[in-house]
């Protein structure tokens, strides 16, 4: 299993369908590891995800959804964790038989939840998104006790659709 770890400083804050028992988080691998100061984590996050999967065999199947996933989950992570600003936010991904896991670890209390929106709301369809697109997601506690991971698990497209 490959994983790669991403570590960045989070900005200060601006003005679940299927889940599975958590298990341990993504072990991190030898890996490569960047860090970077805001406001570019987000930018920087995706392109660790489209290296990783530049490299697998069949990487580009899963690259449009799991984009869209990580830059999800990372930026509910930016906007909604209580964690003090100088806390990292971490990012993971593992192939694990031929689904991509994307982890968000993060140092806050607030567990995402899902909440209606209005057709007038110009924020909170972050959550509806990742529900709809991945096969699954849930949130865990992280070991150790301080913070969470959202997790969430990606199907690959159909090859005729991936092209």
């Not at 694990?96 to 607030?110: C, I, K, N, Q």
């Not at 909170?124 to 096969?135: F, Q």
Request: net charge positive.
């Amino acid at each position: 299993m490959h994983s790669v770890i991403a570590r960045a400083c989070r900005a200060p804050l601006s003005a679940p369908r299927g889940t599975t028992p958590c298990s341990q988080p993504t072990a991190p691998a030898r890996s490569p590891r960047a860090s970077t100061p805001a406001p570019s984590p987000p930018p920087l996050a995706r392109h660790l995800l489209r290296a990783y999967l530049s490299a697998l065999p069949a990487g580009h199947r899963y690259a449009d959804i799991a984009e869209l996933l990580l830059g999800e989950l990372f930026a509910n992570a930016v906007q909604h964790s209580d964690a003090p600003t100088d806390r990292l936010i971490e990012i993971r991904f593992a192939l694990v038989d031929d689904r991509l896991r994307l982890e968000v670890h993060d140092a806050g209390t607030g567990r995402p939840a899902l909440r209606p929106t209005t057709p007038t709301d110009e924020h909170g369809r972050g959550l509806l998104l990742v529900n709809e697109l991945a096969e699954r997601w849930g949130c865990c506690p992280r070991a150790g006790g301080v913070g969470k991971f959202v997790w969430a698990l990606v199907a690959p497209a159909h090859p005729l659709l991936a092209a």
